[in-house]
């Protein structure tokens, strides 16, 4: 049942073939202009145009150009959850997709530019950092909250009316200083203005953050806890404008699902 997969994949494990349908995928070109584009000779492209006409993922036009057929670029738009996965495979040797839904696995692939961020403080001073650095809104879906980066929210909130969108599990721990600093800053004020919202779901397994140009994600550990030492990161300026359309899409997926805020379930600590 496997043995068409088997032939598309046969024809995938080789580096030549797989530039030869990313270029096709970028532009149309004929044989002499995909040699150049390569750097090896017409032969050995000619060769591999062969092997990918055969398998159905190329076509050549009649002005004697080659271009994708409709199956080459469908195949070609699953090969970077391929990649990330494999890249990767270290990490998710010891993390894993926690509760995610099948349709944002599916589409795993747009995180395939991200930076993968190592290290508790690292993770954190990014996160301080996308905070700075926003200027329209925030949204947050994290396991637990510190009080550095309450600290460093606040005052986006209140100097620059930024609009911040949390969610946070039921038992999440809450330190008391940064309960003290909420109080301290007329935080329901800001709850009443509209400029704070705020849900609460059962679990948080993957998190999440993201401003208009920053957004990173965080994957639990195989014991199926959030690792916050851990994150892969995309912005915009990298020309990874997927990885913050899926960490947006995958926040209002959580936010629409989740129940009114019950700070009586918060844990501080």
Known sequence: MFEDAERVFVELSNSQRLDI?????AQEMNLAGLSKKLAVTMQEVHRNLNRLTEAGLVEKKSSGVFCLTTFGSTIIGQIPSIH???????YFSNHSLGDMPMKFIQRIGALNNGELVDGWVAVVERIKDMYRQSREYIYGMLPQVTHDLIE???PMIRQ??????????????????GMKLLKDVSYDDLLRKGLIERKMI?????????NERESLVMF??????????????????ADVDIFHEWSHDYFFYNW????????????VV
């Open 152 to 154: 460093t929210v606040i």
């Open 220 to 237: 639990p550990s195989t014991g199926g806890e959030t690792d916050m030492n851990e994150m892969f990161y995309g912005n915009h300026i």
């Open 256 to 267: 629409y699902n989740s129940h009114s805020f019950d700070p009586d379930k918060l844990k």
């Open 202 to 210: 059962k679990k948080i397994t993957v998190a999440v953050v993201l």
């Open 84 to 90: 990330f996965l494999s890249k990767n495979k270290d």
């Open 21 to 25: 349908i990313h270029s096709l995928h």
């Open 160 to 177: 620059h009316g930024i609009k911040f969108k949390y969610i946070l599990p039921e038992n999440a721990q809450v330190p008391r200083a």
